[in-house]
């Protein structure tokens, strides 16, 4: 387990399995907390990071993820960068349609993982792996 | 993997997730959870997520086949507990969590599976079935 968390220096997690992901909601959760989220702001941070960390998983066929806390001068924060290599999106935009899914879920993973926070970023390609990136303010 | 606990608690089986589920072991609670209620033949479910600092969609989807299931197994499924936090955040990712029963903790729980049981019975006291509420009978 994390003890102590170093701000500032990246940490990582590979998303290989079921586990992982639990892994990867464990280390949001004790970022989250060091740069003092309120709980409500944790919560939702730590519920997106475990929906685009099982999309990394079942969709990208597994990867890695890095959190990192962030400082714009006025306000501290999380940014999490999800990583896989796996075969891309195709329609992004059918992609972030609610209840939209090829996987048997409920289609609410990424809509929903994109209302959860403050800034999502996600970049991909058929065939190029998909990269999504996204951050959470302390208010 | 972890196992999720089912206790039997007179005619209603009480599950409390005390460990952050991995997705296996949220669909393992799922098939035990039916096995018990055929077993036992307890008529309600009381699933409490005190514990839980996070319900993400496959969560949220495993409690809506869990009361869906019970339902075809003649048992009623109450969820107890749940966070505020996670209500707020349940919300927002938009899950509806359809066809679930909630109370904000166990006991009211037992009180909601007590009541659903006078319901269908059709003789309850608090029974909304008006044909049969003028014919009470013990």
């Not at chain 1, 990246?10 to 079921?18: E, F, K, L, N, Y």
């Not at chain 1, 586990?19 to 409500?40: G, I, N």
């Not at chain 1, 990208?60 to 990192?68: L, P, R």
Request: aromatic content about 2%.
């Amino acid at each position: 387990m994390t003890a102590g968390v170093d701000l500032g220096t990246p940490q990582t997690q590979a998303i290989r399995s079921d586990e992982d992901v639990v892994r990867v909601r464990q280390l949001v959760r004790t970022v989250a907390v060091a740069v003092k989220l309120s709980l409500v702001d944790q919560t939702k941070l730590v519920t997106a990071a475990s929906e685009l960390a099982r999309n990394t998983l079942v969709y990208g066929g597994g990867g890695a993820v890095e959190v990192v806390t962030v400082d714009n001068g006025r306000r501290r924060g999380v940014r999490i960068v999800f990583d896989d290599s796996g075969p891309g999106i195709a329609d992004l935009d059918l992609a972030l349609t609610d209840g939209y899914t090829t996987g048997g879920g409920l289609g609410l993973g990424l809509s929903g993982a994109r209302r959860l926070v403050d800034e999502f970023d996600i970049r991909t390609g058929v065939g190029e792996g998909t990269t999504i990136t996204v951050t959470k303010w302390s208010r | 993997m972890d196992r999720v606990p089912i206790l039997k608690i007179g005619d209603v089986l009480l599950v409390s997730i005390q460990v952050d589920m991995s997705d296996q072991t949220a669909l393992q609670l799922q098939d035990d959870l039916a096995e018990r209620i055929v077993a036992t033949g307890c008529h309600g479910v009381i699933i409490d997520i005190t514990a839980l600092d996070i319900v993400d969609s496959f969560v949220g989807r495993m409690l809506s086949t869990i009361a869906s299931i019970s339902k075809v197994l003649d048992a009623e499924t109450v969820v107890v507990g749940m966070r505020p936090a996670v209500a707020i955040t349940l919300v927002e990712l938009g899950l509806s969590l359809n066809g679930i029963r909630t109370a904000l903790n166990v006991e009211r729980g037992m009180e909601l599976i007590a009541a659903a049981r006078y319901d269908e019975g059709g003789y309850g006291p608090d029974g909304d079935d008006a044909d049969t509420e003028t014919t009470a009978v013990p």
